[in-house]
């Protein structure tokens, strides 16, 4: 075994990071959705080993002295992060999780717009980089909208079937 020393704002931002990459490994869905979300996914092995760390280095909470972020429960059995700590994460997450979503569906509906504009084969043989360029300035203004006015002007069209956008490489 290794050993690795760490200031005490070290591991705060080492606990924050474990905590994120927990919620975007869960939120990736890896394993099986029907566990419950209190239990570990048996078929996700990186949340499984991603869960341990982090119960690893919550217990070496009362060395760093983060007795704000992690508490033990009333029986002193179990680590919780502190609520305000957990708002905060959830804040992080959402953010994160808005921003991705917002970025996805500008280019989604610019790369529409533009080939409805230019035809739909537009961008075939074209570098990717510059077909970035050009649908740029089309997503733009869904960006800009989103993150002025959120999604409330988004509307789903239910005359035509819906599309799944998948980011996997299948």
């Given amino acids: ?31 099986d959705d029907e566990e419950d979300d209190d239990e570990v996914n048996d078929e996700s092995p990186l949340l499984n080993d991603a869960v341990d760390l982090e119960g690893f280095l919550m217990a070496h909470f009362k ?37 991705k979503t917002a970025e996805i569906a500008s280019f989604q509906l610019g790369m529409r717009d533009y080939k409805e504009a230019n035809g739909a084969d537009a961008l075939e043989n074209v570098d990717p980089q510059e077909g970035v360029d050009k649908i740029m300035t089309y997503s733009l203004k869904y960006l800009n909208e989103i993150f002025e006015n959120g999604f409330v002007n988004f509307h789903l069209n239910t005359d035509r079937p819906a599309k799944i956008i998948s980011l996997s490489a299948d």
């Fill in 63 to 99: 060395k760093f002295g983060v007795k704000d972020i992690v508490m033990p429960d009333a029986e002193e059995e179990e680590l919780n992060y502190s609520e305000q700590f957990s708002e905060d994460q959830q804040m992080i997450s959402n953010s994160a999780y808005f921003n």
């Fill in 1 to 31: 075994m290794q050993k690795i020393e760490l200031t005490n704002k070290q591991y705060r931002l080492l606990l924050q990071l474990v905590s994120l990459g927990i919620d975007v490994i869960d939120n990736a869905a890896l394993g």
